[in-house]
């Protein structure tokens, strides 16, 4: 990751049944599990009257731990959208290409292959509840936040 960007650590902790009160057992260990995720924020930009936020995560960043950031992320900052990259090389030829997506005879070229490759996911509502989604890099829902 680029040393421009400021690191921001944040610590999370899944717990096993989301927090819920499970029976004790002898076999069961009931010490939560803790995972350092760090990531980096990038510039934010204005599309279309609403301001997405752009964070960097490492690339060995598993599906759990995507999903307990977002979440987290989320209920830190409920009007939050933002995209998850897990590399910054080509941001900001996709924050361009965004930016200007819906202009007739744009001049800003879709990063395609490093989009397909480096775009883990999305946070945004979903039409037509406005229900706030985590979606993969295709577009598809991991989870409702």
């Not at 924050?95 to 996911?121: G, T």
Request: aromatic share 14%; hydrophobic share 40%; charged share 20%.
């Amino acid at each position: 990751m680029s040393n421009k960007y400021l690191f921001i650590f944040a610590s999370l902790f899944l717990f096993i049944g989301c927090g819920e009160t499970q029976p004790v057992s002898s076999s069961t260990p009931t010490v939560p599990v803790a995972q350092e995720i760090s990531y980096e924020i990038l510039e934010t930009y204005s599309k279309a009257g609403e301001e997405w936020h752009n964070i960097v995560v490492d690339v060995s960043l598993s599906s759990e731990g995507l999903k307990s950031l977002a979440k987290q992320l989320h209920t830190q900052n409920p009007d939050w959208r933002f995209h998850i990259f897990n590399d910054d090389t080509q941001f900001k030829a996709f924050a361009d290409w965004d930016i200007h997506y819906s202009e007739p005879d744009s001049k800003y070229v879709y990063p395609e292959l490093w989009a397909n490759k480096h775009l883990v996911a999305s946070v945004h509502p979903m039409w037509p509840d406005n229900q706030w989604k985590l979606l993969d890099g295709w577009g598809s829902e991991l989870m409702s936040l």
